[in-house]
C-alpha cells in the first residue's frame, strides 16, 4: 500500500472535509454523500523540480511504468507503491497539431492541437483512469469488478480486469451501446447485463449492486479513476515543450474528465509546475445537455463549494417527474445525471470555464472534418470542434488562442454513425459511395 501520510481521502464538500485512507473503498462521502478526492501531501513526495524532469523517464522506457502515459507521471499521482500498479501501455497518445483543420475554422494554422486518446489500448482516454482505478483494486485486494457504461467504460474495464484477473461486469442501457464497443468488452471476457433503461439507470444499479456484493465499482465516481485522467493534461503539456495550452476543449458526459483536468491544473499551480491555468470549456450534445441548463440557465455555481444544492435537486427532480431519456448520436455523453457534477462546478471555476452544447448534426459535421484531415473519431469527441466553431463565432477564444481538443475515443467505436452520415445524410461535409456498372470506360469516367 501507500503510507497515509502521502495519500488520503478527502470529502469535496468543505463543511463535510471528511478524510479517509486510501485503503478504503469509497465511491462517495460516508457522512454526507457527495464526491470524495484523492488529495496529496506533497511535502511528503519527492517532486520534480519543474514538469520538464518528467523526460527523464523516456531514456527508461523500457521499464512498464516509465512507457506508461499514466505512470510515467507518478509522482503526481501517488497512491499506491509502484508493485501494485497495473499497465497495459495505455498513454501512448497523440497531439496533433493540425493546421489545416484550424484554417478551415478560421484560426492561426499553428493554434489548434488535438489530443488523440483513440490510441489507447481499449481505443478510448478511459484507458488513463482504468489504470490507476485497477492499480488501487489491487491494492485492495479486490476480486471483482462492474461498471455502468455507455461503451468506453465498459471495454475498458473489460481490458483491465482481464490483465488483473478480476471478474468484470458490465450493465448497459437496453439499446444504448455502439457495437464497436458492445463488441470489445464481450471479446474481453465481460459478463454483460442488458438494464431496462439508459445509462442513468444502469449507473443507480450498480452503484447499489457494488455496496451489496462488495464489487469495486470503476465508474468515475471513484476518486482514483479520475487521477489517471489527469495525466492526459501532462501529456498534452509535454507535447507542446513542457507549456500550458490557452484552452482546453472537452467533451461533457459524466464530467470525469473536465473534473480531473480542473483537479490537475489546481495541483499544479499550488506545488509550483505551472504558473497558469487553462481556460476549459466543456461541451455537450443538445440531447443531453444537463450541465449547461444548470450552469448557463440555473446560475448552478461552485461558489467555492458552497454548491446550491435545491437547483440540482429540483432540476433533476423534474426530469424524474417528466420521464426525460437523454438522446443523441454521441452515445458517449449520452447522460442526464453526471455523477461528478460537482467536481466539473469545481473544475470550471478554477479553470474560468464555459459549458455550451451542439446539435447531433453539428457534432457529425465536425466529426467529418476531424476525419477529412487525417483523424478519424467518435462523435462524442467531435462536439469538441461543433463547440470550439461557436466560442471563436462568438469570440470568446480568440483565432490566435492556443487551444488543444480533447478527441475521446477511436473512429471505429462507432462506425455506423460515420456510414449514416456520408451515405445517408447528404450534410455539407458528406463524401457518399458512388454507384456505377462493372464496364471499365464508365470506371474510369467516374475518376477523371
Known sequence: MVPSDRAYQKCINPSCGAEFDCAQVLFKCPRC???????YNWDKIKLPQKLGDFAKRWVTRGSQLDF??????????DFCDDRYKVSVGEGQTLLQQNGALAKELGMNPASLFLQYEGLNPSGSFKDNGMTAAFSH????????????STGNTSASMALYAHSCGLKATVFIGEGKIAFGKLSQSMDYGAHTIRVAGDFDDCMRQVQDVCTELNIYLVNSLNPFR??????IMLRIIEALG????????VPGGNLGNSSSFGKVFAELKEIGLIDRVPRLAVINAHGANTLTELVNDKGLKW????????IADDYFAHLDATGYRPDTIASAIEISRPVNLKKCLRALE???????????????DAKAQVGKYGLGCEPASAATIAGLKYLLANGTVDKDARVACILTGHLLKDPNATVNYHSKMAREFSNPPVQVENDLQKIIALMK
Do not use: Y
Not at 137 to 148: D, L, Q, R, T
Not at 354 to 359: A, F, G, I, R, S
Open 33 to 39: 454523500g457527495d464526491p470524495l478526492d484523492v488529495r
Open 68 to 77: 506508461s502515459g499514466v505512470w510515467r507521471f507518478r509522482e503526481l499521482l
Open 137 to 148: 483494486a489491487k491494492m485492495v485486494g479486490a476480486v471483482a469488478s462492474a461498471c455502468a
Open 226 to 231: 479520475l487521477e489517471g485522467q489527469k495525466t
Open 242 to 249: 513542457w507549456q500550458v495550452p490557452d484552452w482546453i476543449i
Open 303 to 310: 461558489n467555492g463549494g458552497k454548491v446550491n444544492d435545491t
Open 350 to 364: 478554477v479553470c474560468n470555464g464555459v459549458v455550451l452544447d451542439v446539435t447531433d448534426e453539428e457534432i457529425l
